[in-house]
């Protein structure tokens, strides 16, 4: 058993527990009850850190408590709840799961587009309910045909949603800070402008402050009565109250939600309303994409542990890092 001690900040799937067991002294942070008592007696035990959305914040209060730490493995492409800048600055290396997620994700992203535009769960609790026998066919939805799509991050899963969005045949633009070099796409500097032309606006950026709210109110209106939103990012991206309000009101078409403010707690305000469809942050939810992203973070904390480095390694914390 190497001496490389490594802390959960939460339950993670088997695949990650057992296959970082086989190697090293897991501590599961959840499970402890004195977490003080743990952190003074773990104080320099701790090597790596294992967690992801969902499970807390790793913050820089966290990661200080631990002065061996060397690596935080995030299960999901997005770091959100890691503070990767302080970890940067400290000499701490955070890993995340680029690419083995982006087909699943991209693919769940136009499922859910479709069957917000063409009402899908509607129609199925309408036949369900009876209502078919009763009261006749399922009223006329909307259409793809004809329809312009803005992409708000057009990195990895942005592009492969394009990819597909382009085969069924929208006409495609999108927004991020820089644009892209030799892309067929339109770009958009200005994401109301964006808003203003298109029909649905597709949103895959990454969360954290850089972007919180940056689907602001202004944008939704923007985008309008007949407009649909997709959100498959974080819901910190959308200002989720004025969302909601504008759902009610009708100032804004349609909404397909993957991802909320504050998971797992959604609006009470949309379970009433027929113009959204609400996933439980399902994007990368399929057995063989979470093997892989599992299978990630044990290969990078690994990896990191033998001295050949990360795998994957994130921007703030480009590799080799130094202390
Ligand atoms: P990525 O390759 O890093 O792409 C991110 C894109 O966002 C880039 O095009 C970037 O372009 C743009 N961007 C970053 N900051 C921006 C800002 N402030 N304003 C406008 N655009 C900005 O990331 P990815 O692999 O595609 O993943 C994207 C995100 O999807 C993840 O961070 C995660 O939060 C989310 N996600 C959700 C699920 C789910 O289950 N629903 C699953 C996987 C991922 P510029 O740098 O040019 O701005
Ligand atoms: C994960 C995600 O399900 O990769 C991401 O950023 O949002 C999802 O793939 C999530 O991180 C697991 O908690």
């Given at each position: 058993m190497s001496d490389f001690e490594i802390l959960m900040t939460g339950p993670v799937m088997a695949l990650i527990r057992e296959g970082l067991?086989?190697?090293?002294?897991?501590?599961?942070?959840?499970?402890?009850?004195?977490?003080?008592a743990f952190f003074d007696s773990h104080r320099d035990r701790i090597r790596g850190m294992v967690g992801g959305s969902g499970h807390g914040k790793i913050d820089g209060a966290l990661m200080q408590r631990f002065p061996n730490l060397g690596i935080?493995?995030?299960?999901?492409?997005?770091?959100?709840?890691?503070?990767?800048?302080?970890?940067?600055?400290?000499?701490?290396?955070?890993?995340?799961?680029?690419?083995?997620?982006?087909d699943e994700v991209a693919d769940l992203a136009l499922g859910l587009l479709i069957a917000t535009i063409r009402r899908l769960p509607q129609a199925d609790r309408y036949l369900r309910d009876g209502r078919w026998v009763k009261e006749g066919p399922f009223p006329l939805t909307a259409s793809l045909r004809e329809k312009k799509m803005g992409i708000l991050g057009l990195g990895r899963i942005g592009s492969a949603i394009a990819q597909r969005a382009a085969a069924f045949g929208l006409n495609l633009s999108?927004?991020?800070?820089?644009?892209?070099?030799?892309?067929?796409?339109?770009?958009?500097g200005d994401l109301v402008?964006?808003?203003?032309?298109?029909?649905?606006?597709?949103?895959?950026?990454?969360?954290?402050?850089?972007?919180?709210?940056?689907?602001?109110?202004?944008?939704?209106?923007?985008?309008?009565?007949?407009?649909?939103?997709?959100?498959v990012a974080r819901g910190t991206l959308v200002d989720e109250p004025a969302m909601?309000?504008?759902?009610a009101s009708g100032k804004l078409g349609a909404a397909g939600l993957d991802v909320f403010e504050n998971e797992p707690h959604v609006p009470e305000a949309l379970f009433g309303m027929e113009n959204v469809v609400l996933l439980p942050h399902v994007g990368s939810g399929s057995h063989y994409t979470r093997n892989k992203m599992g299978q990630l973070v044990v290969d990078n904390i690994i990896s990191f542990s033998e001295g050949k480095g990360p795998l994957t390694p994130v921007a703030e914390t480009p590799w080799p890092i130094g202390r």
């Open positions: 067991e086989a190697r090293f002294t897991v501590h599961k942070l959840h499970e402890i009850a004195d977490k003080e935080v493995g995030n299960f999901g492409v997005g770091y959100d709840s890691v503070d990767a800048a302080w970890a940067g600055q400290n000499g701490i290396v955070v890993t995340n799961t680029p690419d083995v997620l982006t999108y927004h991020s800070r820089n644009p892209k070099a030799d892309i067929p796409y339109r770009y958009y402008e964006m808003a203003r032309d298109v029909d649905i606006l597709m949103v895959i950026a990454p969360g954290g402050p850089g972007t919180k709210g940056i689907v602001s109110r202004a944008v939704m209106e923007a985008l309008g009565p007949a407009g649909t939103l997709v959100n909601v309000e504008l759902l």
